[in-house]
């Protein structure tokens, strides 16, 4: 059973730029969380797709946007770069009802 | 809108010793519970989680916490640390959405542990 992925494992960008990162579900799960982690703070709900359908968004702007495929794997964009957007990104999948598993994250760093 | 307190940001015991890590919630309804840990440069993994029913909760690696409703509190307990628990540990508390749980986490709790 292959667990949840994450790409890339780092990044850097500048600050105005727009960065993608990407998240594969583990076998079987059909909803995938998005969550923001800056240095010492506990994970910061981004928003959850299931099924494609975005079903909870945190308070994140608009800048923040996801997308879920058919084969449940799911892309985090952020838009217009800002410095305190450095923080590792981690993605978590589960089945309805049932704990999260996450992933390694993304580590964005932005200058 | 509900909320986690973890006081300690630092938990420093010797190999051995027990271990309790304090968490207070805010929810208005019947709370989703669960503690995390996380190795650096790792996700997140989950050790418990109270649902509901019995109020003292098992988890991996030897870990347990109590639910206290009348004290707003999920901590965690272990009687005999391993270096190997050195970690960051995370208390979050959810609500239930469309057939998922979306959790709220505290600031977490570094422990460190001296051999």
């Known amino acids: 059973e292959t667990g949840v992925t994450q790409s890339p494992t780092h990044l850097i960008k500048t600050r105005g730029q727009q960065v993608t990162l990407r998240c594969s579900s583990q076998?079987?799960?059909?909803?995938v969380s998005w969550y923001q982690q800056a240095l010492g703070q506990g994970p910061q709900f981004i928003f959850q797709?299931?099924?494609?359908?975005?079903?909870g968004r945190g308070n994140f702007p608009p800048r923040f946007s996801g997308l879920q495929f058919p084969n449940y794997s799911s892309e985090l964009n952020v838009n217009a770069l800002e410095l305190d957007d450095s923080a590792l990104y981690l993605c978590?999948?589960?089945?309805?009802?049932?704990?999260?598993?996450f992933g390694p994250g993304t580590r964005l760093t932005v200058l | 809108a509900q909320s986690v307190t973890q006081p300690d940001i630092h938990i420093t015991v010797s190999e051995g010793a027990s271990l309790e890590l304090r968490c207070n919630y805010s929810?208005?309804?019947?709370?989703?519970l669960f503690w995390y840990v996380q190795s650096p440069g790792q996700g997140l993994q989950l050790l418990l989680k109270?649902?509901?029913?019995?109020?003292l909760v098992q988890g991996i690696k030897g870990f347990e916490a109590e639910f206290k409703r009348s004290q707003s509190s999920f901590n965690l307990r272990k009687p005999s640390v391993h270096w190997s628990d050195a970690a960051e540990y995370f208390c979050?508390?959810?609500?239930?959405?469309?057939?998922?749980?979306?959790?709220?986490f505290g600031r977490g709790t570094s422990l460190i542990v001296h051999p």
């Open positions: 076998s079987g799960h059909n909803t």
């Open positions: 979050a508390v959810a609500r239930a959405s469309g057939g998922s749980y979306i959790p709220t």
């Open positions: 797709y299931y099924r494609e359908e975005e079903n």
């Open positions: 929810y208005g309804a019947t709370p989703y």
């Open positions: 109270y649902f509901s029913g019995d109020t």
């Open positions: 978590a999948s589960s089945s309805p009802w049932d704990e999260q598993f």
